[in-house]
Structures are given as C-alpha cells and as structure tokens.
C-alpha cells in the first residue's frame, strides 16, 4: 500500500504527497482549499482564472488567486487562447500571487470558454497549446524545449514551473491527448493532468483510465528519451469519489498521483481517508460532528474572504453537500437551500453539534 502514496516533484518544487484537490470552478476558493489542506491535501490549485480578465486588471479576478493561511505551496490555473495573453497574464499572477506552480486549462468543456481558443479547445489544437504553453513557460522563466529546465541550472531554481490540465479529446472521433501531450512537453512544462473524458462527453458518462495509462507510458518514455530534463510527471483525474477509486487509478494507471475534484464537495476529509488507506490500507469514517465542524471553518473562512451574504449563499450547496449521509439529511437540505445568514446556519445544525 505504501508505495502507492509518495512524494513528488513538479519541476523544482517538492510536494510531500500525491493526493491533489483539482481547481474546481466556483468552489476551489480559499476557504475550501485551506480545509482541504487541513484535512491532507498534499496541494492545492486555485479555480480558473481568465487570462483575459487578468489583463484588463479586474478586481474580483484577482480574489480568486489569493492564497490560503495554510497553504505553503499551491497552483494558480489560468486559461485563455491567445499566447500573449497568457504570457503577459502569467507574469500577473506571479506578480500578485508568488505562487509555486501555473497550471494552464487545456480541458474546460463549456462553451464560452471553447468559443475562445481556450480550455478544450487546446487539447483538440495542439499547434495552439504549443504556442501557449511555451509562452507562459518563458513568462515564468522557464524555456520551450527545456533550456533552462534542466537539473541543476540556475534557471531551473528561479523559474516557477508550469503545469497543463488536457482531456482525451474533443469528441469520441477526434481523441488528441497523444498530440496534446506531445506539444505541451516539447513546450517546457513540468507536469501534465489528464482527465480522460472528451469535451463531448462533459462531465457524463465514464472517464477512459485506459487512456490515462497510455499517456502515464508515453510520458515515461519522453523522460527516458530526454535525462538531461528534469522527469515529467503525470496526474489522473476523473470519476475519484472515493478512496478506494484513487488507489484503483494509481494501481491501474500508474500516475504519479491523483486530482479529487467532485469527490471533494462536502467531502474535505477524502484526502485523510485516501492517505490512511493507501498507507494503512484502512480508514475510518469522520464523525458527524467533525463534518459539520469543518463546514462551519468553511463558512466563517469564506465571510472573512467575502462578506457574509455572499458566503451564506456559496455554503447552500456546500452545506447540502456536507449533510449527505445524515439522519433526516433531506429535511435539513430543504432549510439549508433558504440560510441567509450564519446564526441561520446555526440554527438548521442545533441538534447536530
């Protein structure tokens, strides 16, 4: 079990494990990812943030890539089509944020997004990602092709490494991932995430771990191919709801380690249960109290980043995620969709604290 949970390294930086929360649009938040922290996510990535609105300076953007009390290393992910954009948008989040890692959006299915040349629309135009992932590569500087990467270099211990996040494809006839994967490493980057769905496809339907054991293959084969770059390594994500799933994708598909987007929802406390099984090859349940003591750390988090309407509204999905599982769970969730403020919240959970 043990050898399955394991440190890591994306370019120069050294995480302690494997287990990752994913960026997760309008959820990954600092409130979430510093109780995902505390609950043992090995690190953290930010939600998507537009390039584009980075440029034109907008305040709320800005928000979205603060980082936690707690978070020692994290990512800030960033999308967007255009290679200057990107560029001139990475040095703003180093910038503002002195973040470890930047993550690039080669994967978002939604429309507007792809519309743009931006997310999904980069897994299907590999020439495009090229072009973006080398120019966001030099902006944190790093070098195309990997000068400037290699073990050792002075370069490789000032430049802030960057990371992609692809799909298997567009849809079920065009899968590129081979060719995404391939452009982004000749790109200079020093990590790739698949989740091995189509655009297509969104969110439905089951993702292909076959093709993420495939791409895990040929990544290996590139770092084999290049020795004097320091190793690539490759994450999986998709359908990880439970810990038994991330020790299945690790067992099967041979990844590096393992993203938790959905699975995380209400669900902080994954990444202890996943790190105790792949350790200990147990876990144990966390108390309801507990559940509903780190959603209120979520909640008063989240009034101190925004205001409290604002939290109040964010926590009804996440307090109705939280409940799952409880007694009478549905008749909580039909006043949790209603909590305005925090003593409302209080009061929903009187008889559960």
Same mark, same amino acid.
């Given at each position: 079990?043990?050898?399955?949970?394991?440190?890591?390294?994306?370019?120069?930086?050294?995480?302690? *494990?494997?287990?990752?929360?994913?960026?997760?649009?309008?959820?990954?938040?600092? #409130?979430?990812?510093?109780?995902?922290?505390?609950?043992?996510?090995?690190?953290?990535?930010?939600?998507?943030?537009?390039?584009?609105?980075?440029?034109?300076?907008?305040?709320?953007? @800005?928000?979205?890539?603060?980082?936690?009390?707690?978070?020692?290393?994290?990512?800030?992910?960033?999308?967007? *089509?255009?290679?200057?954009?990107?560029?001139?948008?990475?040095?703003?989040?180093?910038?503002?944020?002195?973040?470890?890692?930047?993550?690039?959006?080669?994967?978002?299915?939604?429309?507007?997004?792809? =519309?743009?040349?931006?997310?999904?629309?980069?897994?299907?135009?590999?020439?495009?990602?090229?072009?973006?992932?080398?120019?966001?590569?030099?902006?944190?500087?790093?070098?195309?092709?990997?000068?400037?990467?290699?073990?050792?270099?002075?370069?490789?211990?000032?430049?802030?490494?960057?990371?992609?996040?692809?799909?298997?494809?567009?849809?079920?006839?065009?899968? %590129?991932?081979? @060719?995404?994967? +391939?452009?982004?490493?000749?790109?200079?980057?020093?990590?790739?995430?698949?989740?091995?769905?189509?655009?297509?496809?969104?969110?439905?339907?089951?993702?292909?771990?076959?093709?993420?054991?495939?791409?895990?293959?040929?990544?290996?084969?590139?770092?084999?191919?290049?020795?004097?770059?320091?190793?690539?390594?490759?994450?999986?994500?998709?359908? !990880?709801? =439970?810990?038994?799933?991330?020790?299945?994708? +690790?067992?099967?598909?041979?990844?590096?380690?393992?993203?938790?987007?959905?699975?995380?929802?209400?669900?902080?406390?994954?990444?202890?249960? %996943?790190?105790?099984?792949? $350790? $200990?090859?147990?876990?144990?349940?966390?108390? !309801?109290? @507990?559940?509903?003591? $780190? *959603?209120?750390?979520?909640?008063?988090?989240?009034?101190? @980043?925004?205001?409290?309407?604002?939290?109040?509204?964010?926590?009804?999905?996440?307090?109705? #995620?939280?409940?799952? *599982?409880?007694?009478?769970?549905?008749? +909580?969730?039909?006043?949790?969709?209603?909590?305005? %403020?925090?003593?409302?919240?209080?009061?929903?959970?009187?008889?559960?604290?």
């Amino acid at each position: 079990m043990s050898n399955l949970y394991h440190p890591v390294k994306i370019g120069n930086v050294e995480l302690k *494990g494997n287990i990752f929360l994913a960026p997760v649009a309008g959820y990954s938040d600092m #409130a979430f990812r510093s109780v995902c922290i505390e609950n043992g996510a090995c690190f953290t990535y930010t939600e998507m943030v537009s390039a584009e609105a980075l440029v034109r300076q907008n305040q709320k953007t @800005e928000v979205l890539m603060r980082r936690a009390f707690n978070e020692k290393a994290y990512a800030v992910q960033i999308f967007g *089509g255009e290679a200057g954009v990107m560029a001139d948008a990475a040095g703003i989040v180093l910038e503002k944020t002195g973040c470890e890692v930047i993550d690039i959006n080669c994967g978002c299915p939604v429309p507007k997004i792809v =519309k743009t040349g931006a997310g999904s629309a980069l897994t299907r135009d590999p020439d495009r990602l090229f072009a973006v992932a080398s120019a966001v590569v030099k902006a944190c500087g790093g070098a195309a092709g990997g000068e400037g990467s290699t073990a050792g270099s002075a370069a490789a211990h000032a430049a802030v490494p960057v990371t992609v996040k692809i799909r298997s494809g567009w849809e079920q006839k065009q899968i %590129t991932w081979r @060719e995404a994967a +391939l452009a982004a490493l000749e790109a200079g980057v020093s990590a790739i995430t698949i989740h091995p769905r189509t655009k297509a496809q969104g969110y439905e339907g089951h993702s292909d771990w076959e093709i993420m054991a495939a791409l895990v293959e040929l990544v290996e084969g590139w770092n084999k191919a290049h020795p004097e770059r320091v190793r690539v390594p490759v994450f999986g994500s998709g359908d !990880l709801f =439970k810990p038994d799933d991330a020790r299945k994708m +690790l067992e099967q598909t041979k990844a590096d380690g393992v993203m938790f987007a959905r699975g995380a929802m209400g669900n902080p406390f994954i990444f202890r249960d %996943t790190t105790s099984l792949l $350790t $200990t090859g147990k876990y144990e349940p966390v108390p !309801l109290q @507990e559940r509903i003591k $780190t *959603g209120f750390a979520e909640l008063e988090r989240l009034v101190g @980043e925004t205001s409290e309407q604002h939290a109040c509204l964010e926590m009804r999905k996440r307090f109705s #995620a939280y409940s799952k *599982g409880i007694e009478n769970g549905a008749a +909580l969730r039909a006043r949790i969709v209603h909590a305005a %403020t925090v003593q409302d919240y209080r009061d929903i959970f009187s008889g559960v604290m």
